[in-house]
């Protein structure tokens, strides 16, 4: 069957897909990997001058990032975030769909409903979120407060002081906690999903079971239910911390490009938002360096949690 | 005998008793898991509320002290506003431009290579297939780098090309469709081979249209990614008339120190979140089949 007519033909249908990876796929990954280990290479230096100039092959740009006094803060904001909301949201998706997957009236109803943040723009909705949390005029001046916006309003209305949650002076953790809550409410429609599929897929027979013995609700959950959506499970935690390392929008839709509280730009960066904003300074090299550190990472962490997910899943 | 009958006896008024504690606890947890669901959903679509009621409100109305949970007036001339203020007008042009040029492009790419992968035997198909899926690996935000390189010595920046072109191939969406491919009977291949139907037309006539569900989700899918892309346009085009709908969005209402226009910037956030929620609506079986399988945003 396989003559040289046919492959011919084979490579043309493959023809324009290769073409594409290897410009925009192929090529780039080779050339971070270098331009990470050229010395300082930065394209002004490298195309502003008439002769070729060459750079020094060196970890020196490891270096730069690691010693980069933002690049801390960001991996400890992208860390925290992180090891925050994965677990939080995974644990409320769960109880989610164990809850949705017990019912019957509006089940398909009340599914759609908690799919409906998946298909939002999520710089859009952080715009909404920034204005539930915003405070109208001086938050430090109470007599030139307009409203205090509608989370601490209802703050108030059970007798709280209100919080400056991301204005002007506003505290670091209150800053975090409308990210942890925003990227929470974000996460959920697709672990629901995925939870909720492998649920409808499990066998009632050890539902059954349980019935007839009277396990309690608590231990049929624990140990039936947990258990039997293990891969599940891993596999929306595994994505969970991929995507958690590359969180970027979410900050900018609710503070913006400077990716922090006015007065206080940068604080909330993280990995992936340093590596956006070199990249137009043209520190090709910084930016490669970053770029395959953030690699490293999400390498390292996604095989941790194939370790873990290996002793503890059970197919 | 009256042994067993009084075991008999004990056993029904065990079960009775159960059936008794089981007709308490059954509707107090049935009960329970509503008001969490209700509860839930409630925190689930209060943002959308809250969106869409402070569109309509007059900027007065929306700085009262105490907020309202229905605007008095509606006053709609706070989408005109937002209308000119982001240029919404351009922006949403561009980006339905980008979108559909760059789907159906992608599309094309998408079924040839699925094709190829699935039915075509060529010299190296397994190890092609193993380089693929293992760029999957690899975060976007690595091959960025570069790209922004080579489309700056493309002389790309600002253009369409630039928004559409470095992401024309998906390997996911290549993945996706093979593996539906595979699932069609090699039979129908060989018949149509017999038949002297060429790969091409057995393509189109027979593989694309078992393969619809897959492909209706790839569409939706890519639309999706289209109209919510921000960083990637945010980098390559300087210029504000080329930029997509969340660049404008974002760009135009930047303004944090607490003085923003907020009716008019909700207004704005409705009309780009607007499109998004109809497609779902009529959609809402391939997006969610999609998704499932995919477990990436866009």
């Known amino acids: 069957m396989v003559d040289s007519k046919h492959q011919w033909k084979a490579w043309l249908y493959l023809a324009p897909a290769i073409v594409l990876l290897l410009v925009f796929t192929v090529w780039p990954i080779i050339n971070t990997v270098r331009l990470a280990f050229l010395n300082n290479y930065n394209s002004l230096t490298a195309v502003n001058q008439e002769e070729v100039v060459t750079f020094a092959v060196g970890i020196e740009n490891f270096k730069t990032v690691l010693r980069y006094d933002g690049f801390l803060t960001a991996l400890k904001n992208t860390a925290l975030l992180t090891v925050i909301t994965v677990p939080l949201s995974t644990l409320l998706a769960l109880l989610i769909a164990v809850a949705l997957n017990s019912i019957k009236p509006l089940q398909k109803f009340l599914q759609t409903i908690f799919f409906l943040p998946y298909v939002t723009n999520s710089i859009a909705i952080g715009m909404v979120f920034a204005a539930m949390f915003n405070v109208v005029g001086n938050f430090k001046i109470p007599r030139l407060v307009s409203t205090y916006g509608l989370v601490n309003n209802i703050i108030m209305f059970f007798g709280g002081d209100p919080i400056n949650w991301i204005n002007a002076g506003s505290g670091y953790w209150a800053n975090m906690f409308v990210l942890i809550f925003y990227i929470i409410w974000n996460a959920l429609p697709f672990k629901i999903l995925v939870l909720l599929g492998g649920l409808q897929s499990v066998n009632k027979q050890y539902y059954e079971a349980a019935k007839v013995d009277s396990t309690p609700r608590w231990r049929v959950f624990t140990k039936i239910t947990v258990p039997l959506l293990s891969p599940m499970i891993a596999y929306v935690v595994i994505t969970g911390f991929i995507g958690g390392f590359k969180e970027y929008s979410s900050i900018v839709g609710i503070f913006g490009n400077t990716m922090g509280a006015p007065g206080n730009e940068g604080a909330l960066n993280t990995i992936v938002g340093m590596i956006y904003d070199v990249l137009p300074k043209q520190d090709y090299g910084l930016a490669s360096a970053a770029a395959l550190i953030l690699f490293a990472i999400i390498f390292v962490v996604t095989m941790i949690n194939m370790q873990v997910s290996k002793k503890r899943v059970h197919y | ?298």
């Not at chain 2, 159960?18 to 925190?43: E, S, W």
């Not at chain 2, 992968?117 to 690595?142: D, Q, V």
């Not at chain 2, 922004?148 to 369409?160: A, E």
């Not at chain 2, 080329?242 to 909700?266: C, E, H």
């Open chain 2, 1 to 298: 005998m009256s042994e067993k009958k009084a075991f008999n006896t004990m056993h029904d008024r065990n079960m009775q008793h159960m059936n008794l504690l089981q007709r308490i606890t059954k509707p107090l947890t049935i009960t329970g898991t509503y008001l969490f669901l209700f509860a839930m959903a409630l925190i689930i679509l209060f943002p959308f509320y809250w969106m869409i009621i402070s569109s309509l409100k007059t900027l007065a109305e929306y700085r009262e002290a105490v907020p309202t949970f229905w605007p008095r007036a509606m006053i709609f001339s706070n989408y005109a506003e937002a209308f000119s203020t982001g240029n919404l007008g351009r922006l949403f042009l561009n980006t339905a431009y980008v979108g559909v040029v760059s789907t159906i492009l992608s599309l094309v790419i998408t079924v040839l290579t699925a094709f190829a992968l699935a039915r075509l035997e060529f010299k190296g198909k397994n190890a092609l297939f193993a380089a693929l899926l293992a760029t999957m690996m690899i975060p976007g935000e690595l091959f960025t780098i570069t790209n922004y390189q080579t489309v700056i010595n493309f002389k790309w920046m600002d253009t369409y090309t630039v928004l559409i072109v470095p992401f024309l191939v998906s390997v996911f969406y290549i993945y996706l469709l093979r593996q539906n491919f595979m699932q069609i009977p090699n039979e129908l291949y060989l018949a149509a081979k017999v038949d002297g139907t060429s790969d091409l037309k057995y393509l189109i006539k027979v593989m694309v249209p078992l393969a619809l569900p897959t492909l209706i989700s790839i569409t939706i899918l890519k639309m999706m990614g289209a109209w919510n892309s921000y960083v990637w346009p945010n980098l390559v085009t300087k210029k504000d008339e080329m930029q997509l709908i969340t660049n404008g969005l974002r760009n135009a209402f930047n303004d944090t120190s607490g003085n923003t226009n907020y009716p008019v910037q909700m207004a704005a956030v409705t009309l780009v979140s607007a499109p998004l929620f109809l497609v779902f609506l009529f959609l809402r079986k391939y997006i969610m089949s999609g998704v499932s399988r995919s477990g990436i945003k866009g």
